[in-house]
């Protein structure tokens, strides 16, 4: 109940009790014979009524006031909360899109580039081995020359999916850049990397995507850096070099490179 409700309902609870007071008192004294009309404590009754009728008004409006106020203080939180779904939904999607390759839903260079400088300190830090592939699909100029622009995007997402597939779920797969892709494997040995490294590119060579009734035949080439990389800049060199020379191999190939612990210098006399 409101306060201006409350306040109201004192009022005509004071004046009913007044009244209350005064009609008995009148008939007791007898004012008709004072000149004051027999009708008049009647009337006193019938004002009664009236202002329990008016007040009865009163408090029915002042009911469905409040009633109003609460609906629509109702609607505006409801309105709200909608806005504030909206804004979540809103935040969620730019995030994405800033961390998110646009065309193949990966993640983008400079979220594997983050994620790589983290996953070099923990290496570093726990002594486990780090590998990272970074796969280049072969003559991809010659698709989007031969199929067209559309057909090269779609060859990107197909890839895309297949990587995202055969990773585990504590792995980091991304579009590195162009036809390029970057997967982080922590804790993955330098032989177990090549393994990896030789199903993803029989993965590539095995993909059948169509265009029209022309299926597009696809291979890759891959550099793998595994070990303990002093920071994320040497890993990433590493790999680069690898894959230059699986395409000097003749392309469809691996290349994998062992980078060992930096050596601890210091402590020790000569």
């Not at 008709?32 to 027999?38: C, L």
Request: aromatic share 8%; with cysteine; hydrophobic share 45%.
């Amino acid at each position: 109940m409101t306060r201006k409700l409350k306040s109201t309902l004192r009022a005509w609870a004071c004046g009913f009790a007044a009244l209350g007071l005064v009609a008995p008192a009148c008939l007791a004294q007898g004012y008709s014979s004072r000149g004051i009309p027999e009708w008049a404590p009647l009337g006193l009754i019938a004002l009664l009524f009236g202002v329990l009728a008016l007040a009865s008004w009163r408090i029915r409006r002042l009911a469905a006031q409040a009633r109003q106020g609460k609906l629509a203080i109702q609607h505006r939180t409801e309105d709200l909360e909608r806005e504030k779904a909206e804004l979540v939904r809103a935040q969620e999607k730019m995030r994405h899109f800033a961390e998110h390759d646009d065309l193949t839903g990966l993640w983008n260079r400079r979220i594997l580039i983050e994620r790589l400088s983290q996953e070099v300190d923990r290496a570093r830090r726990d002594g486990t081995p780090l590998s990272v592939i970074l796969v280049d699909l072969d003559h991809f100029k010659d698709i989007n020359d031969t199929f067209g622009n559309p057909s090269g995007d779609l060859v990107l997402k197909e890839i895309g999916a297949i990587f995202r597939r055969l990773v585990r779920t504590y792995d980091w797969v991304g579009r590195y850049e162009g036809e390029e892709f970057l997967l982080i494997l922590p804790g993955l040995s330098f032989v177990g990397a090549r393994l990896r490294a030789e199903q993803f590119r029989m993965a590539v060579q095995a993909a059948r995507i169509f265009e029209g009734e022309t299926a597009i035949q696809l291979t890759a080439s891959l550099g793998v850096a595994s070990g303990f990389p002093a920071d994320y800049e040497a890993m990433i060199h590493a790999a680069d070099v690898a894959l230059y020379q699986a395409k000097n191999n003749g392309r469809n190939c691996v290349v994998a490179t062992e980078i060992e612990p930096p050596e601890i210098t210091g402590g020790a006399g000569i």
